[in-house]
């Protein structure tokens, strides 16, 4: 849903560099970082969609960039189906740098301005 931003706190898992789409792999957490789960206690997981791995790597771009089990804050898109799938538009990292895989200009981030391009942590 291109009209739409959803937010997501999570632990970074792993990420599968395959082509056409590379895919970045976090488990949800809750506002105090516990790890929410589903119904049968397993973990919440979000699956975020990027450009293919030749496409990230010309950018800088690459798994090694995120620690497991850090937490990142994730802007995407969320997949039309309802699932727990979104196209990855920007992370936060732990520290407050930020990752654009989108474009930092969208109108999407328009309401979040204040909260996204406030000064990274311990700056």
Known sequence: ???????????????DMVNPHAWFHFNEVDANGKLKQDNQGKPIVW??????PSALRRTGISPSLFKQGDVYTVYATPALDGSNKGLFLLTIFPDGRRLYIGNPKDPLFA?????INAPAAGK
């Open 1 to 15: 849903d291109i009209k739409r931003l959803v937010e997501v706190r999570g632990q970074f898992v792993g990420a």
């Open 111 to 115: 309401p979040l301005a204040d909260k």
């Open 47 to 52: 699956s975020f969609e990027t450009p293919g």
